[in-house]
């Protein structure tokens, strides 16, 4: 296996969200190619090539955009792998192309839409109906550069590095940590919650599989934001400001965070309490919220900002929530 190529298109700090393939592959002309093979995991076979077809494939493929998504399935199947004198890149049809490991058992890979990849199914074909397949694996994965992001504060790195595990963790949270979570962005961490739970790629997917609809544009302020809003809000999961506005970029307090665990929590599980807080804010905590902090409290899901204050008005940082969503995963699991 040839050394990967270590020329970056992109930025490795801070990867974007969509890029073309030629600079996912790090190869800007065909001249640069010098063979391309077609191979399958499953058999350890593959075919090579001929220079009208790498023509082809490069012609048809290099100015697509590839899309960031983070894979936490093993590389299989049909993988296309592009040689050149400075290493080998694979692009996996039903996986994209690897970037780099994120936390120990995900992947960020950029992949084609399905419409995009369809285009390249022809090279499934190819391989499939080849009669002359030659023994040997011909792929590459990078497994280089390690792409988490950790937080600062020490205490959230082993959160971190869990969520990142069980694909709880999107990857544009990891540039925030410190900063007060959104309503948008909380909303985002528990759909991808339930997601991960029902073991659904989206919580969307999820929506359409259990036939329940949802309405886009319900709220009159949240145009162009995250779907997850509009999917909560059908679920029973969160409510607006009023009846038509969501402020999905106002921060939400650490009570309103509690709420809407204890709601996504109710999904899996009974919702109970007897215990009592004994902060010495505890007759801060709104009316409608004490039963809700009252479970997270005992559930070991949100503890105070010290051990004798709570704070239920203060806001949420992103990290705090990312070790919620952890344990209230685990709790349900």
């Given at each position: 296996?040839?050394?990967?190529?270590?020329?970056h298109?992109?930025?490795?700090?801070?990867l974007?969200?969509?890029?073309?393939?030629?600079?996912?592959?790090?190869?800007?002309?065909?001249?640069?190619?010098?063979?391309?093979?077609?191979?399958?995991?499953?058999?350890?076979?593959?075919?090579?090539?001929?220079?009208?077809?790498?023509?082809?494939?490069?012609?048809?493929?290099?100015?697509?955009?590839?899309?960031?998504?983070v894979n936490?399935?093993p590389?299989?199947?049909?993988?296309?792998?592009?040689?050149?004198?400075s290493g080998?890149?694979s692009?996996?049809?039903?996986?994209?192309?690897e970037?780099?490991?994120?936390?120990s058992?995900?992947?960020?890979?950029?992949?084609?839409?399905?419409?995009?990849t369809?285009?390249?199914?022809?090279l499934?074909s190819?391989?499939?109906?080849?009669?002359?397949?030659?023994?040997?694996?011909?792929?590459?994965?990078?497994?280089?550069?390690d792409f988490?992001?950790?937080?600062?504060?020490l205490?959230a790195?082993s959160?971190?590095?869990?969520?990142?595990?069980k694909?709880?963790?999107?990857?544009e949270?990891?540039?925030?940590?410190?900063?007060?979570?959104?309503?948008e962005?909380?909303?985002?961490?528990?759909a991808?919650?339930?997601?991960?739970?029902?073991?659904?790629?989206?919580?969307?997917?999820?929506m359409?599989?259990?036939?329940?609809?949802?309405?886009?544009?319900?709220?009159?302020?949240?145009?162009?934001?995250?779907?997850?809003v509009?999917m909560?809000?059908?679920?029973?999961?969160?409510t607006?400001?009023?009846?038509?506005?969501?402020?999905?970029?106002?921060?939400i307090?650490?009570?309103?965070?509690?709420?809407?665990?204890?709601k996504?929590?109710?999904?899996?599980?009974?919702?109970?309490?007897?215990?009592?807080?004994?902060?010495?804010?505890t007759?801060?905590?709104?009316?409608?919220?004490?039963?809700?902090?009252?479970?997270?409290?005992?559930?070991g899901i949100?503890?105070?900002?010290?051990?004798?204050e709570?704070?239920?008005?203060?806001?949420?940082?992103?990290e705090?929530?990312?070790?919620?969503?952890?344990r209230?995963?685990?709790?349900?699991?």
């Open positions: 296996m040839l050394t990967a190529i270590t020329a298109a992109y930025n490795v700090v801070n974007p969200e969509n890029m073309t393939f030629a600079d996912a592959l790090g190869i800007f002309d065909p001249g640069e190619i010098t063979r391309v093979t077609v191979s399958d995991l499953a058999d350890g076979k593959y075919i090579e090539l001929q220079s009208d077809d790498i023509s082809e494939f490069y012609t048809t493929a290099r100015d697509m955009t590839v899309y960031r998504t936490p399935t590389f299989r199947g049909i993988a296309v792998n592009v040689f050149t004198n080998q890149k692009y996996y049809l039903n996986s994209g192309i970037i780099g490991p994120y936390g058992s995900n992947y960020i890979c950029y992949k084609l839409n399905k419409t995009d369809e285009k390249l199914l022809y499934d190819m391989y499939k109906d080849s009669t002359e397949k030659l023994n040997g694996e011909v792929l590459n994965i990078d497994r280089g550069t988490l992001k950790l937080p600062s504060a205490w790195q959160f971190v590095k869990e969520a990142a595990a694909s709880l963790l999107p990857y949270f990891t540039n925030i940590y410190p900063a007060s979570i959104s309503r962005q909380f909303c985002i961490l528990l991808n919650l339930i997601a991960v739970k029902e073991n659904y790629a989206s919580l969307d997917l999820y359409l599989d259990r036939g329940q609809p949802y309405l886009k544009n319900y709220f009159e302020d949240c145009d162009g934001v995250d779907d997850s509009n909560l809000f059908a679920l029973g999961i969160v607006g400001r009023d009846e038509s506005h969501f402020d999905p970029y106002g921060t307090s650490r009570e309103e965070a509690a709420a809407l665990l204890c996504t929590a109710e999904i899996y599980m009974w919702i109970g309490t007897e215990t009592h807080l004994s902060y010495s804010d007759q801060s905590i709104s009316e409608w919220a004490r039963f809700f902090v009252t479970w997270v409290n005992e559930y949100m503890t105070g900002v010290t051990e004798t709570f704070a239920p008005h203060d806001s949420y940082t992103v705090q929530a990312i070790a919620t969503i952890v209230l995963y685990n709790l349900i699991q």
